[in-house]
């Protein structure tokens, strides 16, 4: 099953995904910038891959969670290059990390 709703945070519109997969769940929340994710993907190839670090996409990853709420409230555990021009850093919640994208 696939799940997408809007999300909310301190005036700033997102929309949150999850996908129900065997064993585990895809989480995601975006806005038109950039996003947060769970486990399931990986960001390294955005930094790894020189084509792509091109793209200069700007994503967070979560480790260990199971809802969106976890997600939003979970240390990020690896971050793209790019998205520290919006000021994330590693250990911050994905909540603060999407405040800042704007």
Aim: glycine share 6%; hydrophobic share 40%; with cysteine.
């Amino acid at each position: 099953m696939i799940t997408v709703n809007p999300l909310e945070i301190d005036g700033k519109f997102f929309t949150a995904t999850s996908v129900e997969l065997p064993k585990t769940n895809l989480l995601i929340i975006s806005n038109d910038i950039g996003y947060i994710m769970c486990a399931a993907l990986d960001v390294d190839i955005f930094n790894e891959n020189e084509k792509l670090k091109k793209r200069n996409v700007i994503a967070g990853r979560a480790e260990g969670v199971r809802t969106i709420d976890e997600l939003l409230h979970a240390p990020l555990a690896k971050i793209t290059d790019a998205s520290k021009e919006y000021g994330w850093q590693l250990g911050m919640t994905g909540k603060d990390a999407l405040k800042k994208l704007t």
